[in-house]
Nanobody, 122 residues
Framework: QVQLVESGGGLVQAGGSLRLSCTAS????????MGWYRKAPGKERELVAT???????NYADSVKGRFTISRDNAKNTVYLQMNSLKPEDTDVYYC????????????????WGQGTQVTVSS
């Protein structure tokens, strides 16, 4: 069974740091783009950062200069280093990945993790 498992969320004071991790497991042939999104109750899910298999990154304007996305392809893992955290960064953070499950098919499947809570106190 293919799944994305996140870890690293928690409670931190404003100005602090957290590092999120997300590992894809199961029968996976390859992973294309991976990313992090966040969602607060009553709000739309929004992109935080993405990274391609080649390492190209994209960030939301609200986190540029504070968050860094990276990945370890050998471990099927994507990370989100979050520095200078603000109360408005409080959200549930979700990992997302485009996975190729079969070497004989070009079809990609999009998966989401279960989410991890990040709370930043003022």
């Amino acid at each position: 069974q293919v799944q994305l498992v996140e870890s690293g969320g928690g409670l931190v004071q404003a100005g602090g740091s957290l590092r999120l991790s997300c590992t894809a497991s199961g029968s996976i042939f390859s992973i294309a783009a991976m990313g992090w999104y966040r969602k607060a109750p009553g709000k739309e899910r929004e992109l935080v950062a993405t990274i391609t298999s080649g390492g190209s990154t994209n960030y939301a304007d609200s986190v540029k200069g504070r968050f860094t996305i990276s990945r370890d392809n050998a471990k099927n893992t994507v990370y989100l280093q979050m520095n200078s955290l603000k109360p408005e960064d409080t959200d549930v953070y979700y990992c997302n990945a485009d996975l190729k499950l079969d070497s004989r098919s070009y079809r990609m499947f999009n998966y989401w993790g279960q989410g991890t809570q990040v709370t930043v106190s003022s």
